[in-house]
Every structure is written in C-alpha cells, then in structure tokens.
C-alpha cells in the first residue's frame, strides 16, 4: 500500500484549493524532497518513496488529462485497499502541489 492512514480532509476540490503551489520545477528532484517530506509531515505513510512519487505523478497526469477530481480520488482509493476517501483527497492534494501546481489555480474568466 502506498498510503495507510486515513485523514479528517475534506473533498479533494477542498484539498488542492487550500494547498499553496510549489515554488521549484514541478519535474525536479527537489520535488520528490518536498513531496516525500509533505506526506511525512500529514502523516501519510507508504511502502515506497518511489512508488509514492510515481503515484503522485499519475494522478497529475490524470487531472492534464481531464479526469474529474471526485475519480482521481476514486482511483487512488481502489488503487490502496487501506485508504479512505478523505486519505486519498490528501495525498491528491499533496501530489497536485509538488507536480501540477498549475492545476491548483483557479481558471481566468
């Protein structure tokens, strides 16, 4: 299992809009750093730091690709029998703010 531990988060349109963007190259090595050490800190745990950051990569790529929020955190869930809904909104929020921060932002009108 990636993640283990359930959260008291709220949606994950919750989440990523109260996670502030990342500052360094959301492709970078520091990256993996600040994500690693993001979900120490939330108190997230997994069985691999690589497995965690190629999880966290997927679900930017499933929010590029135009994949609801609501099913990013499905998919996560079904993805990790331990975790719950409000677990994988978390990681998703902390996933989207090393990766895609520019997902985090709201649309212009």
Do not use: H, W
């Not at 690709?65 to 079904?78: H, I, K, T, W």
């Amino acid at each position: 299992m990636i993640v283990q531990k359930a959260f008291m988060a709220g949606g994950l349109a919750i989440a990523i809009a109260g996670a502030a963007p990342a500052q360094a190259d959301p492709r970078g090595a520091d990256n993996d750093t600040a994500f690693i050490a993001s979900l120490r800190q939330s108190g997230i745990t997994f069985a691999s730091e690589g497995q965690a950051i190629a999880a966290a990569r997927a679900v930017c790529g499933l929010i590029n690709n135009g994949e609801p929020a609501l099913q990013v955190v499905r998919d996560l869930q079904s993805d990790n029998a331990a975790l719950t809904l409000d677990g994988a909104a978390q990681f998703a929020a902390i996933a989207a703010n090393a990766y895609c921060p520019a997902q985090l932002q709201s649309p212009k009108s």
